[in-house]
Every structure is written in C-alpha cells, then in structure tokens.
C-alpha cells in the first residue's frame, strides 16, 4: 500500500509541474488563457515594423492595453499595416494619438506603445493612428555609424 501511494503522489507531482510550465509557456509567448473580452480596432501604418510580431503587446504608460492581431504589407504605399486591438475600458485615447514601434531592454521583444494626445475628440473601431514612429533597427545605425567614419577617414 505504500508504494501505491507515493507512485500516486509523485504521479500528481509531475502532473502539476506539467500544467505550471504549460502555464509559463504560453504566458512567455502572450497565448496567456485570459479572455479578451470587449475589443477595438485602430490601425497604423509604419515604414519598418522590425521584429513586431502578432499577439505583440500595445502598451499606453507602460500598460498593457490591448495585442497587434495582424500586420500585413501594403503594396500602394509600401508600408506595413499594423492592426491593433484594444480592451475596451481603454477607448478614450485622443485622435492625435501616436504609435511608436519600441524595444524592450536591448535584445527584447518589440512592441507597440501608444502616446496620447491632447485632442477631445477619441479614437473609435475601425479608425486609423496617423502618427506613426517605425522601429529603430540597430543595423542601421551601425552601418551609418561605419559609412560616417569611411567617408570621414
């Protein structure tokens, strides 16, 4: 009998410590198991997304306010749409409001971060964030870096 019950609770054991790393797992890689809930969608376009992913993080004062759910290219303007869903208790962010494309810490995952306006009138579904920053991309401040100090010897 006692060996059937330590098999059993090392059993249960193991069955935890599954579930926890499933758990961890998807919350590293933003499938967390939370529902959404009511959403909004504004769209942005940017000259160079970098790394920004689907399911990135939109972020207002360091708040995660909402996901990227699709970026595509945009073959008129060459530039890539970016669609964003935000929670809807955040649906009172100005017309004006920016999106810049950052970096979190220096090997980071990217994301998008909302700067608010001053505007009374706000953002509602379906509308589009005309204040667009693209990501900055270490390659190519490194290569004007090193064009720089060709040309000036």
Known sequence: MTNRGVEIAVGLFVAIGLGALLVLAMQVSNLGLAERGEV????????????????????????TVG????????????????????????????MDTGASIYTSGILGEQYVELNPGAEEEVLADGDVIGLTQSAFVLEELIGRVLLNRAEGG
């Open 40 to 63: 909004y969608r504004l769209t942005a376009d940017f000259d160079n997304i970098g790394g920004l992913k689907e399911r990135s993080p939109v972020t207002a004062a360091g708040v």
């Open 67 to 94: 996901r990227v759910t699709a970026v595509e290219y945009k073959m008129d303007t060459f530039s890539a749409r970016v669609t964003l869903e935000i929670q809807k208790r955040y649906d009172r962010f100005p």
